[in-house]
């Protein structure tokens, strides 16, 4: 089955830097790949998800890049603001159009970001 | 904008007891799942649904767990005898509207704990 490695495990930078978390997966099969941020105690929020047609997509502060050849996949967060720190997952999925199941997420470790006001 | 709601939000309940968390999917929703997340670990599949019957389980989704649809809304995840390992965050999201029927939706979560 898919496996989802996430590095690194905890990021600490200082507001207005750059922050980079990258993922690899094992499933070649696998073509959508979702983020989730997560604060203390609450449910995994989307903040970003890219499609295996796809190379680059942002949103704002944010981007994802996927690399299929080498199954990897990065979040890109630029100006980092305190109210960014959280756990940030990432995710692999086979979304199975028209078919019966969109398919089950498989989670990376998570990444603890912090940012330093 | 519409959200999963879970409940109950917390759960103690004794080693062997049965317990059943409950969810309310996005309305239209199709697709529904359980993860479980145990404290300080990453969130973990159990099991998918859709056209009231299982489309997916994972090895942790065990002959004591069942998922029912009993209504037109309701989403249920059983324990049949909790065991201590089983305390963890339960997660239920929903999926499949329009053209982005893959993205998934978490609810806040039940956080059950097996004394």
């Known amino acids: 089955g898919e496996n989802v490695e996430q590095h690194p495990s905890t990021l600490s930078v200082q507001e207005g830097d750059s922050a980079v978390i990258k993922c690899t997966y094992s499933d070649s099969a696998s073509n959508y790949f979702p983020w989730y941020k997560q604060e203390l105690g609450k449910r995994p929020q989307l903040i970003i998800d890219i499609r295996s047609n796809v190379g680059e997509k942002k949103d704002q502060r944010i981007a994802v890049t996927l690399n299929k050849t080498a199954k990897h996949f990065s979040l890109h967060i630029t100006e980092t603001q305190p109210e960014d720190s959280a756990v940030y997952f990432c995710?692999?999925?086979?979304?199975?159009?028209?078919?019966?199941?969109?398919?089950?997420?498989?989670f990376g470790q998570g990444t603890i970001l912090t940012v330093h006001p | 904008e519409p959200e999963v709601t879970q409940t109950p939000s917390h759960q103690v309940t004794q080693m062997g007891q049965e317990v059943i968390l409950r969810c309310v999917p996005i309305?239209?929703?199709?697709?529904f799942y359980w993860y479980r997340q145990i404290l300080g670990q990453k969130v973990e599949f159990l099991v998918s649904f859709y056209n009231n019957e299982i489309s997916e389980k994972s090895e942790i989704f065990d002959d004591q767990f069942s998922v029912e649809r009993p209504d037109g809304s309701n989403f249920t995840l059983k324990i049949r005898s909790t065991k201590l390992e089983d305390s963890a965050m339960y997660f239920c999201?929903?999926?499949?509207?329009?053209?982005?029927?893959?993205?998934?939706?978490f609810g806040p979560g039940t956080r059950l704990l097996v004394l």
């Open positions: 995710a692999a999925s086979l979304a199975n159009a028209g078919g019966t199941s969109y398919g089950k997420l498989t």
């Open positions: 999201a929903s999926s499949g509207t329009g053209g982005r029927q893959e993205t998934q939706y």
């Open positions: 309305s239209n929703h199709l697709y």
